[in-house]
């Protein structure tokens, strides 16, 4: 089993930045490929952005391309630095795993609660 656990979300301008984190326990990512989505209020959950932890190799959805960077950290954490955010940003922002790369919500294994972010204008 993993947990996710994410961090650093809240309430920022239009072309500001925030970081997010996500951080596992009860295994490490070693294994996995981690994912970012994203749900705004009355959408579908979105890719966003996947590292793989083994390798590096990352992925990201064409609407962050050049503003988000996601990243592995040290301590078995997943980083995702948003920068030059909008307000069609604004979204509950997810943590997610699973064994391999993917796009889609059904792929993941484990997921994280949440975190909200949001861009005002």
């Known amino acids: 089993q993993v947990q996710l656990l994410e961090s650093g979300g809240g309430l920022v301008q239009a072309g500001g930045s925030l970081r997010l984190s996500c951080a596992a326990s009860g295994r490490t990512f070693s294994s996995y490929t981690v994912d970012w989505f994203r749900q705004a209020p009355g959408k579908e959950r979105e890719f966003v952005a996947a590292?793989?932890?083994?390798?590096?190799?990352t992925y990201y959805a064409d609407s962050v391309k050049g503003r988000f960077t996601i990243s592995r950290e040290a301590k078995n954490t997943v980083d995702l630095q948003m920068n030059s955010l909008k307000p069609e940003d604004t979204a509950v922002y997810y943590c997610?795993?699973?064994?391999?790369?993917?796009?889609?919500?059904?792929?993941?294994?484990?997921w994280g609660k949440g975190i909200l972010v949001t861009v005002s204008s």
């Open positions: 590292i793989r932890w083994s390798g590096g190799s």
């Open positions: 997610a795993a699973g064994p391999r790369y993917s796009d889609t919500v059904n792929s993941m294994d484990y």
